[in-house]
């Protein structure tokens, strides 16, 4: 059974510093891209950021970008998000997602399993 | 970036009822697009892939079509267990975004 399961979430006073990891279990974690997604109380999902299956590639969104890193170790069957210089509105709960693709003459990509989520709080 | 608007934002029916959601996109992503569908508290989950492509394990009363910058999701007869919010998420490009969400409640 795929399983990601989040954590490292809490309450952190703005400027400060949290890192999220995600454990993922039930399947080859080093042959799938992820991203992180967050939601903010009573909001819609944001995209936060991405990364390939080898590391290689990530990309974020223009309002975490410099600030947020993302990486991976698929040694450890882990994906992680390095979170500096929080803001308030970066309060949300932060989920990861697994990213699968079907071919159809191009990758068609879709999020196909999410962990249960972490929140974070940022607030003085 | 490619931005999304859903149509409506709130909607109220049925058990019963023919839902339609509509999303649309500021450019044409052909059909990398998905669907999802969110419960309070919960993650959430996929139900369409590729614009018309059901999720394995999704019921067949969802449905999706669309292509380049208009889509639907189509619930055809609602159940007790489909009210939740929906949200598109376009997928052509390597910022993922997501539409703002369609609410649907209980009449």
């Known amino acids: 059974e795929v399983q990601l399961v989040e954590s490292g979430g809490g309450l952190v006073q703005p400027g400060g510093s949290l890192r999220l990891s995600c454990a993922a279990s039930?399947?080859?974690?080093?042959?799938?891209?992820m991203n992180w997604v967050r939601q903010a109380p009573g909001k819609g999902l944001e995209w936060v950021s991405y990364?390939?299956?080898?590391?290689?590639?990530?990309y974020y969104a223009d309002s975490v970008k410099g600030r947020f890193t993302i990486s991976r170790d698929n040694a450890k069957n882990s994906l992680y998000l390095q979170m500096n210089s929080l803001r308030a509105e970066d309060t949300a709960v932060y989920y990861c997602?697994?990213?699968?693709?079907?071919?159809?003459?191009?990758?068609?990509?879709?999020?196909?399993?999410w962990g249960q989520g972490t929140l974070v709080t940022v607030s003085s | 970036d490619i931005q999304l608007t859903q149509s409506p934002s709130f909607l109220s029916a049925s058990v019963g009822d023919r839902v339609t959601i509509t999303c649309r996109a500021s450019q044409g992503i052909s059909s990398y697009l998905a669907w999802y569908q969110q419960k309070p508290g919960k993650a959430p989950k996929l139900l369409i892939y590729?614009?018309?492509t059901l999720q394995s394990g999704v019921p067949s009363r969802f449905s999706g079509s669309g292509s380049g910058t208009e889509f639907t999701l189509t619930i055809s007869s609602l159940q007790p267990e489909d009210f939740a919010t929906y949200y598109c998420q376009q997928l052509n490009s390597y910022v993922f975004t997501f539409g703002p969400g369609t609410k649907v409640d209980i009449k």
């Open positions: 039930g399947f080859t974690f080093s042959s799938y891209e």
């Open positions: 990364i390939s299956s080898s590391g290689s590639t990530i």
């Open positions: 590729a614009a018309s």
């Open positions: 997602a697994r990213v699968s693709f079907m071919w159809r003459g191009d990758r068609y990509y879709y999020f196909d399993y």
